[in-house]
Structure formats: C-alpha cells, structure tokens
C-alpha cells in the first residue's frame, strides 16, 4: 500500500524491505529499531514510508541483515542502519546505527554495482575491480585476511575485468567480462562450487565451468542465501 511509483528493484533485509522507484526515490517498511528504514526515526512501518535524505536520485538498492544501501545515479554510496562489523562502511566499527543515509567512505564516484549480504557489502567499480567491507569472519571480503573492515577495501585477485558481483551470508561471487567465475569466503556447504564441503577461502578462487560453457548471469543473492544459482552459456 501507498507505494507512489512504478517499483524497478526490491532488496530484503532480516525484517525489512526497500524499494527502488522508476523515479530514483527509495521507499521502506517493516522493522526499524536501528534505523534500517531511513527515514530518521526508531519507528517501525507498516506501510511504505520514504527514505529521507538521498541528495541524488538511486539508481540500486542493497540490503544486509540490518543495513541498507542505495547507490545514487553519480556513482557514489549512502548507507543507512546498522553497523555491525563496520557493516556502514563510514569508518567505524561500534555498532552505534545511522536513522538516514550516510557517504559510504571513499565511494563518492565511479560505482557501477552494489550487493550486501548479513553484515558485509560490495561494491563494483566502473574499471572492473571490487571493494567490500563489514564482517570478515569467513573470508567474505575477500581481502586476503581474517580482519572486518569499517572502509571499503580492495577485493584482491580481482582488480579489473568483473562485470557482476553477489553476496550470500558469508560468501560472495563475482562473474568476469569473459566468462569466467569467481567465488570466496565460507565454504561449508559448498558454496564455493570448488569440489568440496570445506575450506573457506580468503581470496577469490576461480571456479571450474563446464567444457565448452562460460557464465552469464549469476543469480542475485540475498541476506542469507547460502546457495548460488548460475546461468550458463555456449562460450
């Protein structure tokens, strides 16, 4: 109810929901005890209610498990909620939140993709490499240690060529411009589709495709997702 636009994207955190308008403006409902909604308030929504704040209209929208992110149509990153791990990616790693969007540091430009999963984000880079930042407990940013960040930091291995990039809980994957892809952090399940149940990797690893295959759309993640899905075509 009362939803003002046309909706283009939608993004599900632990107990809440943003919605991307074809306007550019940001909609949000449900739980908001740390301000995961942005709209400047504790309240919870039952109805949509507007994100406040956004100096530009979105153009994506990402959800953690208790944060939100919106990335503007200039290229830069506001995130608003919880902060977890360093989950907000301003530079602190206390979990004191944020009720209404704040300058992602350092992603003032240049962003083409953002994702978010459980309390890690990422983000794609108009030249083809990532950063991430938040929890790092399994390896999920993908910067090569076991250490959370509260900045993004570079992902490494991966610095140029990615065109696509998704987050599970405690995982992510990235798909290249030639078809190639690639995945890392926990691995419990096989989610790194390496051959095994074991093993989180800290650094992106590439993972096999089959004979005569490339990768051309991964499925998108979500908060806990620990399953990926893979398109797949002749190369």
Excluded: C
Excluded at 5 to 28: K, N
Excluded at 59 to 71: D, E, I, K, N, R
Excluded at 143 to 155: A, F, I, K, L, N
Aim: aromatic residues 6%; charged residues 10%.
């Amino acid at each position: 109810q009362g939803l003002p636009a046309r909706v283009t994207q939608i993004a599900v955190g632990l107990q809440h929901v943003v919605a991307l308008m074809a306007d550019g403006s940001v909609m949000a409902w449900g739980k908001n005890g740390v301000g995961q909604l942005g709209d400047g308030t504790n309240t919870d929504r039952s109805t949509p209610t507007p994100v406040t704040g956004l100096p530009k209209r979105a153009a994506q929208v990402a959800v953690g498990s208790l944060t939100s992110f919106a990335l503007l149509a200039d290229g830069s990153v506001r995130s608003w909620g919880a902060n977890p791990n360093g989950a907000l990616g301003i530079g602190k790693s206390i979990s004191n939140p944020e009720t209404s969007p704040v300058q992602v540091t350092g992603l003032t430009s240049g962003v083409a993709q953002i994702a978010a999963a459980y309390h890690s984000a990422y983000a794609l880079m108009s030249d083809g490499s990532l950063q991430s930042w938040g929890n790092n407990n399994s390896g999920q940013l993908g910067t090569g240690t076991p250490y959370d960040q509260s900045t993004p930091t570079p992902v490494t291995r991966l610095t140029s060529g990615v065109v696509q990039v998704v987050a599970g809980f405690a995982n992510a994957y990235a798909r290249q411009s030639d078809g190639s892809l690639w995945s890392w952090g926990s691995n419990s399940y096989g989610m790194l589709a390496n051959g095994s149940s074991s093993n989180s990797k800290r650094v992106p690893v590439a993972v096999p495709v089959p004979s005569g295959r490339e990768v051309a759309q991964l499925g998108s993640g979500s908060t806990y997702a620990e399953t990926v899905f893979v398109v797949t075509k002749t190369g």
